[in-house]
Nanobody, 115 residues
Framework: QVQLVESGGGLVQAEGSLRLSCTAS????????MGWYRQAPGKKREMVAT???????TYHWRVQGRFTISGDVASGTVDLQMDKMKPEDTAVYYC?????????WGQGTQVSVSS
């Protein structure tokens, strides 16, 4: 079973930057895509950004132009560079990996943006 370990969360002021990292413990199972999701208090979990093995990126419109996803899906690593952050970016951020075997989630890392 693939396990994901996240790092890099924390507290930042508005307009500041944070970088999240995620590493898969195993790549025996083929990972076809990885991504970042977030869940704010009282809200549903939403996709933030995804990355495929072929390098295709997708972003939620709320973070387009401010966040950048990068990594090597085949090796099980993905990062999320977050710039020009806003208070509404405050949430628990989760790493996700998926493939033909199903999907796995990280434990989540808190990101807080103060105004």
């Amino acid at each position: 079973q693939v396990q994901l370990v996240e790092s890099g969360g924390g507290l930042v002021q508005a307009e500041g930057s944070l970088r999240l990292s995620c590493t898969a413990s195993k790549t025996v199972n083929i990972i076809n895509g990885m991504g970042w999701y977030r869940q704010a208090p009282g809200k549903k979990r939403e996709m933030v950004a995804t990355l495929t093995r072929d390098g295709d990126e997708t972003y939620h419109w709320r973070v387009q132009g401010r966040f950048t996803i990068s990594g090597d899906v085949a090796s099980g690593t993905v990062d999320l560079q977050m710039d020009k952050m806003k208070p509404e970016d405050t949430a628990v951020y989760y790493c996700n990996a998926g493939g033909g075997w199903g999907s796995a989630w990280g434990q989540g890392t808190q990101v807080s943006v103060s105004s």
